[in-house]
């Protein structure tokens, strides 16, 4: 049996106890692949996308082509349980000791009680670092799937991903920098390509978080 085969091996069994699935689609590779397995086979997906900061011109963009070419699905946007810490610590901002700190667990058990879907697809890979490898491998006896908590990719590597994206057809989404993918944050790579491509995002991040100007104003100093 194929790694394909294994995986829509799993997702079928989750299919036969619920004809409605969540899937926590970051617009990343891996979410875009897990997508494009689910879409055939459930009634209902509710995409549920985490944003940093709302609004942002070239993720809507990508929110509008995931819609058009998957017209069945729900898609909504939520803030990311990461910005609790940052809010809470005032990383950038002004800090909010009254934010109450939130795990992806959080979320995701909020999202199934709102929608009244048990099982929840995330795109995480055991290749994605120590980590992800030590916890997915505590779900393998499983299949992969803890409390309604489903990772069907868990033993794909990066080649596999890149792999059904082109016998597929799916575009490659966007990409900060060369290094491992990641969302939109405040790292470097990321507000440079903000800076370049998308200047009127960058002016937005800086409307919610004013103090992260920083970041690029330290690094074109040092250039000088």
């Known amino acids: 049996m194929t790694l394909q085969e294994r995986t829509y091996k799993s997702i079928d069994a989750i299919r036969e106890k619920s004809d409605s ?28 996308f985490m944003y940093f900061v709302k609004g942002l011109e070239h993720i ?6 995931v819609k058009a070419r998957y ?5 909504v946007e939520i803030p990311h349980w990461n910005l609790t810490y940052i809010l809470r610590s005032g990383l950038y901002c002004v800090p909010n000791p009254k934010v109450k700190l939130l795990k992806l667990a959080d979320v995701v058990k909020a999202m199934q009680l709102k929608y009244g879907i048990h099982y929840a697809f995330l795109g995480m890979k055991k290749a994605d670092g120590m980590n992800r490898r030590l916890m997915l491998k505590g779900y ?18 990066q080649k596999d ?22 969302g939109v944050g405040f790292n470097l790579d990321c507000m ?23 970041i690029l104003w330290e690094y074109h100093n040092k250039q000088n």
């Open 71 to 75: 017209p069945k699905i729900e898609f």
């Open 161 to 182: 991903v890149l792999s059904y994206m082109k016998q597929h057809n799916l575009p490659e989404p966007v990409r900060y920098s060369l290094k491992a993918s990641s």
């Open 140 to 157: 393998e006896a499983n299949g992969y799937e803890n409390n309604g908590m489903c990772y069907p990719l868990a033993d794909w590597t």
């Open 21 to 48: 699935a969540i899937l926590f689609c970051s617009l990343g590779k891996d979410s875009l692949v897990l997508l494009d397995m689910l879409y055939p086979k459930f009634e209902r997906i509710v995409c549920v």
């Open 192 to 214: 440079l390509w903000l800076e370049k491509n998308y200047p009127q995002d960058l002016q937005r991040i800086y409307k919610v978080f004013p103090l992260s100007e920083r």
């Open 60 to 65: 809507d963009r990508w929110i509008g082509w």
